[in-house]
């Protein structure tokens, strides 16, 4: 039996619905959103709109307008930073953050002359709120920070973080790669600015989806310029959302399997997906505990974490476990530094990263002791 634990990466598999719903546009709509009159354009343009309505539903967002599709949680991301930060600006960030915020702030640094303050977090993840509080200058511009971290799982504290950012006068970008679709996400109740997820991970949808939410009150910086099917005699972009960041053609395929993705997790209810997870992810920390010369990062309390999973064991390298785990036992993991060595860093594994196993909604407890049986055995073979 073939298990798959790297959903932090992508989840798989996807319900049903998702490449129904893509079938069924392919073979019977398969226009441009937003290009044409005729029924099928318009057609195109209903999975749109419905689609960037239920994701508001999701997030408890009024206005769906401000909802911008990308094309995953890096370009919503690079729109944020890119669109935002002038030179001279001031942000602050954390020890945990994934390549898709490091490396973006990296480049405006080089490129814009920015500064960049990271908040160190413990080992486990946790964010240390009194760096955080004395981290602001007069010149601090955003706060850009994950909502849970991809290593470790970790959850942050976001409305803390937000409180402690506003007090200040500065926007929060959050980014919800790891927690949108598995994770309750309020943009009210958090009081979050800009909010960048990815559909092909909580979300269940596919890749090549995603978006960025613009809290009211924020204008951004076209990060690209073109067609947008609306006042086309216009020289520049349109002053209006969401057409202003939505040049060129959408995703429409794409967003038709996140419609019906979305759909799946509100019939679901995020509630049910978060107990499900967390039930999976205690079953795997209590199993990995008892097994000796294995080392676990990140909290043990499940309700600090999402189903993330890292660990290592003695000096096999990741890379051994997860061939050993995939050729002797079809079991599907991560390794490496998972595209975030500040994570790596913080938790001391920067030489030689983690084995990652992540769950979904879709795995099953059965599963999970598969898992475990397999690590056992691996050690025992390697003792």
Same mark, same amino acid.
């Given at each position: 039996?073939?298990v798959?634990l790297?959903?932090?990466?992508?989840?798989?598999p996807?319900?049903p619905a998702v490449?129904? =719903?893509?079938e069924h546009?392919?073979?019977?709509?398969g226009?441009?959103?937003?290009?044409?009159g005729y029924?099928?354009?318009l057609?195109?343009?209903e999975?749109v709109? +419905?689609c960037r309505r239920?994701l508001?539903?999701?997030?408890n967002i009024?206005? =769906?307008?401000r909802? @911008?599709f990308?094309?995953?949680?890096t370009e919503?991301?690079?729109?944020a930073?890119?669109?935002?930060l002038?030179p001279?600006?001031?942000?602050?960030?954390t020890a945990?953050?994934?390549?898709?915020?490091?490396?973006?702030?990296?480049?405006? /640094?080089?490129?814009?002359?920015?500064?960049?303050t990271?908040?160190?977090?413990?080992e486990?993840?946790?964010?240390?709120?009194p760096? *955080?509080?004395?981290?602001?200058?007069e010149e601090t511009?955003?706060?850009?920070?994950?909502?849970a971290?991809?290593?470790t799982g970790t959850?942050?504290?976001?409305?803390a973080?937000?409180a402690?950012?506003?007090?200040h006068?500065v926007?929060v970008? *959050?980014?919800?790669? +790891? %927690?949108a679709?598995a994770?309750p996400?309020?943009?009210?109740k958090?009081?979050?600015?800009?909010?960048?997820?990815?559909?092909?991970?909580?979300l269940l949808?596919p890749?090549?989806?995603?978006g960025?939410?613009i809290?009211?009150g924020?204008?951004?910086?076209?990060?690209?310029?073109?067609?947008?099917g #609306?006042?086309?005699r216009?020289?520049?972009?349109?002053?209006?959302?969401?057409?202003?960041? /939505?040049a060129?053609?959408?995703?429409?395929?794409?967003?038709a399997?996140?419609?019906a993705a979305v759909?799946y997790? &509100?019939?679901?209810? @995020?509630?049910?997906?978060r107990?499900?997870?967390?039930? &999976?992810?205690?079953?795997?920390?209590?199993?990995?505990?008892?097994?000796?010369?294995l080392?676990v990062?990140?909290?043990r309390e499940t309700?600090?974490?999402?189903?993330?999973v #890292?660990f290592?064991?003695k000096e096999?390298?990741?890379?051994?476990v997860?061939y050993?785990?995939?050729?002797?036992h079809e079991?599907? !993991?991560r390794?490496?530094?998972h595209?975030?060595p500040l994570?790596?860093?913080t938790?001391g594994?920067?030489?030689?990263g983690t084995?990652r196993?992540s769950v #979904?909604?879709?795995n099953?407890a059965?599963?999970?002791? %598969?898992f475990l049986?397999? !690590?056992?055995?691996i050690i025992v073979? %390697?003792s």
């Amino acid at each position: 039996m073939a298990v798959y634990l790297d959903n932090a990466a992508t989840t798989y598999p996807k319900p049903p619905a998702v490449w129904q =719903a893509m079938e069924h546009f392919m073979k019977n709509i398969g226009a441009s959103a937003g290009r044409g009159g005729y029924c099928r354009a318009l057609a195109a343009e209903e999975i749109v709109f +419905q689609c960037r309505r239920l994701l508001g539903k999701l997030f408890n967002i009024n206005d =769906a307008t401000r909802i @911008i599709f990308t094309a995953n949680a890096t370009e919503a991301i690079n729109l944020a930073l890119k669109g935002w930060l002038n030179p001279g600006d001031h942000v602050i960030t954390t020890a945990m953050e994934h390549n898709a915020v490091w490396r973006c702030l990296k480049t405006l /640094e080089k490129e814009r002359g920015i500064s960049i303050t990271v908040v160190p977090c413990r080992e486990d993840g946790e964010l240390l709120m009194p760096e *955080l509080d004395a981290a602001f200058r007069e010149e601090t511009r955003l706060l850009a920070c994950t909502h849970a971290s991809n290593v470790t799982g970790t959850v942050m504290p976001v409305q803390a973080i937000t409180a402690a950012a506003h007090r200040h006068g500065v926007p929060v970008l *959050l980014d919800a790669a +790891q %927690t949108a679709g598995a994770y309750p996400i309020d943009v009210r109740k958090l009081d979050i600015d800009f909010l960048a997820f990815t559909g092909h991970k909580g979300l269940l949808g596919p890749t090549g989806t995603g978006g960025l939410y613009i809290r009211p009150g924020f204008d951004l910086h076209p990060l690209k310029e073109g067609g947008t099917g #609306s006042v086309s005699r216009l020289e520049y972009m349109p002053e209006g959302l969401p057409d202003r960041f /939505e040049a060129g053609t959408l995703n429409v395929v794409g967003i038709a399997g996140l419609k019906a993705a979305v759909e799946y997790i &509100l019939n679901q209810g @995020i509630s049910r997906i978060r107990s499900h997870e967390e039930i &999976l992810t205690a079953r795997m920390l209590a199993g990995l505990e008892e097994l000796p010369g294995l080392t676990v990062y990140g909290p043990r309390e499940t309700a600090r974490k999402v189903g993330v999973v #890292s660990f290592n064991i003695k000096e096999l390298a990741p890379e051994e476990v997860a061939y050993a785990l995939d050729e002797g036992h079809e079991i599907m !993991v991560r390794v490496g530094l998972h595209c975030a060595p500040l994570a790596h860093k913080t938790i001391g594994t920067l030489d030689r990263g983690t084995v990652r196993a992540s769950v #979904s909604y879709f795995n099953t407890a059965e599963e999970i002791d %598969t898992f475990l049986t397999a !690590v056992k055995e691996i050690i025992v073979l %390697t003792s």
